[in-house]
Every structure is written in C-alpha cells, then in structure tokens.
C-alpha cells in the first residue's frame, strides 16, 4: 500500500476483504514472482478469466459478487468501494449491478478504482455496454499508470467510459501493476475528490 492509505486521511477507516478462491498451482505459477516474493502465500483469487472459443468466462465470479454483496449487507454501511486490479474489476462490475436494480445490491457514496479494467465475462457484454450508454452516477477516482505490465492504459479508459462522475489520476511514469506510492500531486488529487464527495459537489 506505501503512503496511499495515509493519502485518505485519518478519519477514514478501512475495512478489507479477500478473494475466497484459492489459486490452483497452475494459476499460480502465473503470478508474478516479486508479488510472490513479498506475499508468501496461499494465494486467492476473484475469478478466473479464460478464453472458451469466441467467448470469455469468468469462472468463480457469481460467488464472489454475492461473498461481496453479503459482506457489504452484514458489515456496512460502507460509504466507498476501493478495489485493485481484479478487485477493481469486482466493485466496479458490483456497482454497475447495483445501478441497474440487481436486488440487494446497494450503491456507495463513491469508488476507487487502481489499475483493472471493466469485466470481459461473456454475460456481462450488455451491462457493459449500457453503462456507456447511461453511465455509472456514482463518484469515481481511477488510478493508472503509462507502462502496467498486466492492465493497459487503453482497459482502464474503457473503464472511464462507463462512468459519469470520474476523476483520473494518471501515472505518466508508473512501469508496474501495483498500488501506487502517491506523489505529494497525486495525493492532493485524493484529497481534493473526498471533500468534494464529503460536500456533495460530485453526487
């Protein structure tokens, strides 16, 4: 996390949760060997995302969304989603559900994205595509950098595209898939975009 967390302020609270899937050994022979090096493991995932034909299959990702939506129900109110890579991918896709009526799901004050793009999941083609039409109300503040080694700068924008309150913080001389260590810039950025979700200047 370095300083991103501090970034938020002291009257934020952070409240975490884990991918319940455990990684197979042949996922987890994909992971990168300096994450491996720093978290030693056993390894979880969100979901598994693999090519069946024309088709991309999200395998494991209805458990999840309900772990999560189970989670926010027996442990919030919470005021903001924050995910990283695939659990950006997950509060994200949360939220577009939650915007398009998915009973008990429950829209946050705001969202935090790092580094992950929009889901690939063959049923959620046509969520995708609604939320460019009729984009996602909710304030958003998305991170990423020019050289992500696991998601491109272009799968993040597809992400921008699918919201109607957002905020970039771009990190022109970011080389890797990580939780960023926040420049004094870039942290005024995160403290500006909650005050104003505090004002309401962003609802």
């Known amino acids: 996390f370095g300083n991103f967390a501090q970034a938020f302020g002291s009257d934020v609270a952070f409240g975490y949760i884990n991918g319940s899937h455990q990684c197979t050994p042949a996922d987890e022979a994909k ?23 024309d088709k991309m299959v999200y395998t494991h990702i209805e458990q999840s969304l309900e772990r999560l939506r189970t989670h926010i129900a ?8 924050l995910g990283f890579s695939q659990g950006g991918s997950l509060a994200h896709l ?54 992500d080694d696991h998601v491109s700068t272009d799968e993040t924008k597809n992400v921008v595209t699918t919201l109607g309150n957002c905020a970039e913080v771009f990190d022109a001389a970011g080389t890797s898939h990580r939780v960023p260590n926040l420049p004094p810039l870039h942290t005024a950025k995160v403290k500006e975009f909650l005050a104003c979700v505090r004002r309401g200047d962003l609802a």
């Open 94 to 147: 949360y939220c577009l559900l939650a915007a398009s009526g998915k009973p008990g799901y429950v829209l946050p004050k705001f969202l935090v994205l790092i580094s992950c793009r929009a889901s690939r999941h063959f049923e959620h083609d046509s969520i995708v595509a609604a939320a460019k039409a009729s984009k996602l109300p909710t304030p958003t503040l998305v991170f990423h950098c020019a050289k």
């Open 74 to 81: 027996t442990n919030g109110p919470y005021d903001g989603l």
């Open 31 to 53: 992971i990168d060997p300096q994450l491996k090096a720093f978290l030693k493991g056993p390894y979880y995932e969100w979901f598994n995302a693999n090519k069946t034909g």
